[in-house]
């Protein structure tokens, strides 16, 4: 298995414009999780699903953030209208039944 | 908030040396895991041990954790420059998410 992938790698864009980040899970895994990790703030846990069911979003920051699963191979974390304080790495990671999470590479968000 | 706190944030050692990071948290958990994140990479899943073990061991990596004390730590024993990374402590609180500490940065000298 190729573990999971997310795209793109990098992203810079001007604040005000829509940003979109994808991650596909690892096949058979059955929840999926999407953090973002600063200098400042750690690694922080953004929303997490279930069976492509969203579980908890409390950790979005604010409405300009949302994420959806339209099926159990991908998933997608929106921000709209990006501010430079969103600057930071996002990752994907997703976990079966072993409280493991495996995560992708990440994407490094630079918001101008 | 319930983030773990790690202590070192930052350790520097000389290859061949011992490495030892501690994890503290607030609240009783079902697991406790370590992680390994190298500089521009994803987080990589190291050794899990369970609410009901007290050590555990998965090749230089020892683990050990006293639910007394809310605390684990992580020995990695004949370290590597390759051992180089940040290491994180996940804990588990019986739900389906991790919390993760605040991460101890390990410079291994060769």
């Known amino acids: 298995d190729a573990g999971v992938i997310q795209s793109p790698r990098h992203e810079v864009t001007e604040m005000g414009q829509e940003v979109t980040l994808r991650c596909k899970p690892i096949?058979?895994?059955?929840?999926l999780f999407w953090y973002r990790q600063t200098m400042m703030r750690g690694l922080e846990l953004l929303i997490y699903?279930?069976?492509?069911?969203?579980?908890?979003d409390s950790g979005m920051p604010e409405d300009r953030f949302s994420a959806k699963m339209p099926n159990a191979s991908f998933s997608t974390l929106k921000i709209q209208p990006s501010e430079p304080r969103d600057s930071a790495v996002y990752f994907c990671a997703s976990s079966f039944g072993d409280d493991i999470q495996y995560f992708g590479a990440g994407t490094r968000l630079s918001v101008l | 908030s319930q983030q773990g706190e790690e202590d070192p944030q930052a350790l520097s050692i000389q290859e061949g040396e011992n490495a030892t990071m501690n994890c503290s948290y607030k609240?009783?958990?079902?697991?406790l895991q370590w992680y390994r994140q190298n500089s521009g990479r994803g987080l990589v899943h190291l050794i899990l041990i369970r609410s009901n073990e007290r050590e555990k061991h998965s090749g230089r990596l020892r683990v050990t954790l006293d639910t007394s004390k809310k605390s684990s730590s992580l020995l990695i024993t004949a370290s590597r420059a390759a051992d180089t990374a940040s290491y994180f402590c996940a804990t588990d609180h019986n739900t389906d998410k991790l919390i993760f500490g605040t991460g101890t940065r390990l410079q291994v000298f060769p």
């Open positions: 096949s058979g895994h059955n929840s």
């Open positions: 699903f279930n069976n492509n069911v969203p579980i908890d």
């Open positions: 609240t009783s958990i079902n697991n």
